[in-house]
């Protein structure tokens, strides 16, 4: 059995480690991309793999290793997993000591903080070579890239949503947006939605908050031409702009026609839309199915709503695959991640489980079953591609800490605790050390 675990440490040694790694890579030069010579069949290779994930996906992972290592019998892969929190907690331990696995499943959050401290490698060099790009989306491939290096190739896809119980509608007598509707059609129709469930029992709400989900906002000013983050990995929104944001929901938060807070808090980890409380809910496409199983309910998805310049929406990788800058098998890591990318059976074995695979071969060699979930899952993204325009910015050192305070800063916005010009300052002040944008 070639899976491993490690043990997490704890939460103040994985902060001390998390600010070695900022103290060591900071401003280090990108790592060089590989030398583009053709992987040995000859020579014996061993190379490492890490991810993040429980058993199952461990399962899946060993599966497709298994055909990799048929197919390149030369090539021995080590592989190990964690759960999400003692992964990073090792990845930050071992970057520290520039020792990260060759090959390493990666979060679009933490990019930056090991792509532009030179803890990964360039893969562009690999590209045509022992690396396949061309079957992956132009806009979906750039959320891996910062400065024109490719410091991660995305595995899978996701894309924002507005959820709605159809059931539920029914029931008040209300039907969906309308297509192409914008932000302040939104707006109207929680309105309308929050009236009509007044009456019931227990009460319907229109939906939680959106307003105080950082991606949300993110969506919103890309809408609006601006691209959120700048390319030296500093913030490139202000003060009025996030305001104008926070305002969107305050009439709603003045009519009570968000879910509450207090209920929201009651029900986690779940929300007022899983127990069909609510008649709506903005997320990521793969929480479907989540939705579908606590809610036992009809529900239908839409693309989320126009802003200035019509309906934008980027690709999100559910994950993206990466080499470590240290790897002394550049050639080997690539090929490794182009088979978990591109071959059919590896989207076969994986499914939707990481999200809709980002190469069409693997969608295709899926066994979907008609009506089911992950099919709904893919007809969606389908819908939507034509919008998909955008590529999901990347997000800056520190973006864990900033999302976590807009989070927290958004309940004291519903609990009534700050005004709107509160959040805007308390929230910039902290963002002004987290990102470090002095």
């Known amino acids: 059995m070639r899976i491993t675990r490690k043990a997490a440490g704890a939460a103040a040694a994985a902060v001390a480690v998390a600010l070695t790694l900022t103290a060591c890579g900071g401003g280090a030069d990108p790592a060089e991309p590989g030398s583009a010579e053709k992987v040995s069949t000859d020579e014996d290779i061993t190379i490492s793999l890490a991810w993040w994930g429980e058993p199952a996906r461990a399962e899946m992972y060993e599966k497709a290793v ?10 021995t892969v080590q592989t190990q997993f964690q759960d999400w929190d003692a992964y990073w907690t090792a990845r930050a331990t071992e970057a520290a000591g520039g020792a990260l696995p060759d090959v390493i499943q990666m979060d679009l959050s933490y990019l930056r903080q090991y792509g532009a401290t030179g803890q990964l490698l360039d893969l562009s060099g690999q590209v045509g070579v022992n690396l396949d790009t061309e079957g992956v989306d132009d806009s979906l491939l750039g959320s891996g890239q ?11 896809t996701n894309t924002l949503a507005l959820f709605y119980n159809a059931d539920v509608l029914k029931k008040i007598g209300v039907e969906p947006p309308a297509e192409g509707y914008t932000w302040d059609d939104l707006n109207a ?13 227990p009460v319907i709400y229109s939906g939680a908050d959106y307003t ?21 990995g500093k913030l490139n929104f202000d003060e009025a702009q996030m305001t104008e944001w926070l305002n969107k929901g305050q009439e709603l938060r003045d009519a009570g026609a968000f879910f509450p807070i207090k209920q929201a808090k009651q029900l986690e980890p779940l929300g007022g839309f899983h127990v069909n409380q609510s008649a709506s809910e903005a997320s990521w496409d793969n929480f479907l199915a989540g939705y579908v199983a606590e809610s036992g309910q009809d529900i239908q998805m839409l693309p989320m709503p126009s802003g200035d310049n019509g309906p934008q929406q980027f690709w999100k990788p559910s994950m993206l695959l990466s080499a470590s800058a240290q790897t002394e098998q550049p050639e080997a890591s690539a090929a490794l991640i182009d088979f978990l990318i591109n071959e059919p059976e590896v989207g076969k074995i994986f499914g939707t489980s990481k999200g809709v695979p980002a190469v069409q071969a693997q969608i295709d060699a899926m066994n979907v079953e008609k ?4 099919e709904q899952v893919v007809q969606y993204e389908e819908q939507v591609a034509d919008v998909v325009t955008e590529s999901a910015p990347v997000p800056v050192e520190g973006f864990g800490e900033i999302e976590a305070e807009f989070k927290r800063l958004g309940e004291e916005l519903q609990y009534g605790n700050v005004t709107v010009d ?3 300052t308390q929230w910039f002040s902290f963002a002004d050390g987290a990102v470090k944008q002095s």
């Open 66 to 75: 298994d055909l990799f290592e048929e197919e390149h019998p030369n090539i």
């Open 146 to 156: 910062i400065d024109g290096a490719q410091y991660g190739v995305p595995t899978s």
């Open 189 to 201: 129709w929680m309105e309308e939605v929050s009236k009509a469930g007044a009456g019931e029992d």
């Open 212 to 232: 105080g989900t950082f991606w949300f906002f993110l969506l919103w000013l890309i809408q609006q031409g601006v691209d959120p983050f700048t390319e030296d």
């Open 371 to 374: 009506g089911s979930v992950d």
């Open 422 to 424: 509160e959040f805007v």
